[in-house]
């Protein structure tokens, strides 16, 4: 395998930020020394980047995927091939995607079909969580079994009833078990038994337009679960991550756990950093585009969540990039916005809109890469490999110019969805180059790899509570 410099460049991971050359050989990163120190001048590498003026930073890690998702009537529209590849295009180098256990099915036979979907496909590396939507005696001892092969995190729902939901006795048990076993359980956490009336009433009331989904997606529901889910892993002994956390209020109800020194762990998505309910409220049936659960919320929730990543409440920020197009998928739900497919479309742009967040004043460099990169490889399980910049760790390496202009756009984007929730949004940098274990996948502009590069990962279990 060629060793390939890369000189000149600004060095950021999660602890520093030193101008440093990097190496690398047989795939992983081999050294970092000062430029021009005796050390760097006698690499004789097969191949240089010059990253002068640009940073260099490890690969994003975007912990929250659903490609080729069967939901709402249809299937999420990106595979693993065209998501992975856009993940590529915007800096990601590690996905973790959910496989999902069907009702009355078993975890294997769920796992098995997410590997046969991802299997050659992928640009980049892969990863898998669980979905538990069938808490029973069988799946709680398969547990066990997924945790010994690396697959050592289970999302559990408290909303979608008659989906994925499961009750608080269920959830307890998986909790339990997780807690003997190692395993982190993930949680959606929305009331969804009270949302399902709301949900009737609205359409009875003849509400049928995209922004009552946010109406009735109401932030004390997601609080409330969160409390509950808090108080269940604390009577389990388990640890918790909250996932796509929207409202301040359970923000607050993360703080106040985390304040008592519980081992609760909270992930936000740039949509609800960025976008807000006017988005849901948009003319005609546009708001449909904006769908997710949960729901986006009022533009002054965003102050908690840029707060909670700075204070590290919030640990983590993954994309839960659940993409439909808007035509023949999101408009299954004109006239109901229950029928609106849940999901939105992001992988491509996490790394930008963090950076932009840089830029902005929202947080520094070091926890952009934190909280994209290291914090989402620490909590899955896949550090020191991935994450981060280190001699031995995986040459996952992104050469990001952090003063180039872009504007975002579906004419220009990669994800297989025909619409861009961030359409014409402006933002201050851009990823230049991406090396995959030393290949390189995106070259100023040229995707260079072949779909299959991407490998399967193994993952350890969350290095938050050794
Ligand atoms: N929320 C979404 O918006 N889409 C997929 C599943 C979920 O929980
Ligand atoms: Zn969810
Ligand atoms: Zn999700």
């Not at 979905?131 to 066990?144: A, F, H, P, T």
């Not at 009735?216 to 796509?244: C, F």
């Not at 409220?281 to 929730?301: D, I, M, N, Q, W």
């Amino acid at each position: 395998m060629t060793t390939t410099a890369i000189r000149g460049g600004l060095v950021i991971t999660a602890t520093e930020e030193i101008l440093a050359d990097v190496l690398v050989e047989d795939g992983r990163i081999a050294a970092l020394a000062a430029p021009d120190s005796s050390c760097a001048q006698g690499w004789t590498p097969d191949r240089t980047l010059d990253a002068t003026g640009k940073y260099v930073v490890p690969g994003g890690v975007d912990a929250h995927t659903h490609f080729d998702l069967p939901f709402g009537g249809t299937a999420s529209s990106d595979t693993f091939e065209t998501g992975t590849r856009a993940a590529a295009w915007g800096g990601t180098t590690t996905v973790v995607d959910f496989a999902v256990q069907s009702r009355g099915g078993a975890l294997r036979e769920g796992l098995d079909t997410w590997h046969a979907k991802a299997e050659g496909t992928c640009a980049v590396d892969y990863a898998f969580h669980m979905i538990l939507s069938d808490v029973r005696e069988s799946s709680l001892k398969e547990m066990d079994l997924l945790v010994g092969e690396g697959v050592t995190s289970f999302k559990l729902f408290m909303a979608y009833p008659g989906v994925f939901y499961s009750d608080d006795g269920q959830i307890l048990r998986a909790m339990q078990r997780a807690a003997g076993n190692g395993g982190l359980i993930m949680m959606h956490a929305e009331n969804g038994i009270a949302i399902d009336v709301l949900v009737e009433q609205a359409l009875a009331a003849g509400r049928t337009d995209p922004r009552y989904h946010g109406e009735v997606r109401k932030a004390l529901l997601e609080a409330e679960a969160t409390h509950r889910a808090i108080a269940l892993a604390q009577v389990a002994g388990s640890p918790l991550y909250v996932v796509h956390v929207s409202a301040e209020e359970a923000v607050a109800e993360l703080v106040q756990a985390r304040d008592k020194g519980l081992p609760v762990f909270g992930e936000t998505c740039p949509q609800y950093l960025f976008l807000s309910t006017d988005n849901l409220a948009e003319p005609g049936f546009e708001g449909a585009k904006y769908v997710c659960s949960t729901p986006l919320r009022p533009r002054e929730h965003q102050a908690a969540l840029w707060r909670g990543l700075r204070t590290n409440d919030l640990q983590v920020v993954s994309t839960d990039h659940c993409p439909f197009c808007f035509s023949g998928q999101k408009e299954l739900g004109r006239g109901d916005f229950s029928k609106i497919p849940n999901g939105l479309p992001g992988v491509e742009h996490r790394m930008d809109l963090l950076h932009q967040a840089v830029v902005d004043g929202h947080i520094t460099r070091r926890r952009w890469i934190e909280i994209a990169c290291t914090a989402p490889a620490r909590m899955f399980g896949l550090a020191p490999r991935k994450g981060t910049l280190a001699p031995g760790a995986d040459a996952d390496i992104v050469i990001y110019d952090p003063h180039a202009r872009q504007t975002l756009s579906a004419t220009t984007h990669h994800m297989n969805v025909d619409y861009s929730a961030y359409e014409g949004k402006e933002i201050t940098g851009r990823v230049e180059t991406v090396l995959s274990r030393g290949e390189t996948v995106i070259d100023r502009g040229r995707y260079t790899v072949r779909a299959g590069h991407g490998r399967y990962v193994p993952r350890a279990t969350c290095q938050y509570l050794a």
